[in-house]
């Protein structure tokens, strides 16, 4: 049985990077400090975000899911229940 292979290291966010986020959630992202992962095609999916946004505000989501098309589906499970 093959070892899985290691995790990905996180990446700062490039300028490019910024621009996708802001395109995927509509809005500027807050609090960004890492990309945590990339889907197949490149873009970011999953980012790390700061305990505390710029101006103090606590923000109590470590992993950050910004791609769309995962987002829907995770709704879609939610709705049906599967995420008691």
């Not at 990905?8 to 959630?25: C, K, N, R």
């Not at 505390?52 to 879609?76: H, K, M, N, Q, V």
């Amino acid at each position: 049985m093959d070892a899985a292979p290691p995790p990905t290291p996180h990446t700062p966010p490039t300028d490019a990077d910024v621009a996708a986020i802001g395109e995927q959630l509509g809005r500027v992202p807050r609090g960004l400090r890492a990309i945590a992962h990339r889907c197949p095609c490149g873009l970011p999916d999953v980012v790390e975000t700061a305990p505390r946004l710029e101006d103090g505000t606590p923000f109590p989501t470590l992993y950050y899911l910004t791609c769309p098309r995962a987002a829907s589906a995770i709704g879609t499970l939610e709705a049906e229940g599967v995420m008691k």
